[in-house]
Nanobody, 116 residues
Framework: VQLQASGGGLVQAGGSWRLSCAAS????????MEWYRQAPGKERELIAA???????DYADSVKGRFTISRDNAKRTMYLQMNSLRPSGTAVYYC???????????WGQGTLVTVSS
């Protein structure tokens, strides 16, 4: 099973960007899908989560600006990021919780740089 994150790049502050993360390989089901980010010199933090029913939760730092979504048929999650700030410069990681061992899977990370 692999998680492939894509969509990283350079974006200007105030702009929008979208990340994707696709799961491939043999999986019975994916429960929670999440996005984390790790800014330079900081710990990795959870910023958005979505469950199987489509319920979502966000960190206060991104609430109202970022939207997480999922396409279960494609086993893909997305992160739509609006009103980006320079503080959003980070490596973004996707993470899933599945019913197959090992239950936690991480993508390789994709770098988003927000220029001021």
């Amino acid at each position: 099973v692999q998680l492939q994150a894509s969509g990283g790049g350079l974006v200007q502050a105030g702009g929008s960007w979208r990340l994707s993360c696709a799961a491939s390989g043999r999986l019975t089901s994916i429960n929670v899908m999440e996005w984390y980010r790790q800014a330079p010199g900081k710990e990795r933090e959870l910023i958005a989560a979505i469950n199987t029913s489509g319920g979502t939760d966000y960190a206060d730092s991104v609430k109202g600006r970022f939207t997480i979504s999922r396409d279960n048929a494609k086993r893909t999650m997305y992160l739509q990021m609006n009103s980006l700030r320079p503080s959003g410069t980070a490596v973004y990681y996707c993470h899933i919780v599945t019913t197959d061992w090992p239950f936690h899977r991480w993508g390789q990370g994709t770098l988003v740089t927000v220029s001021s």
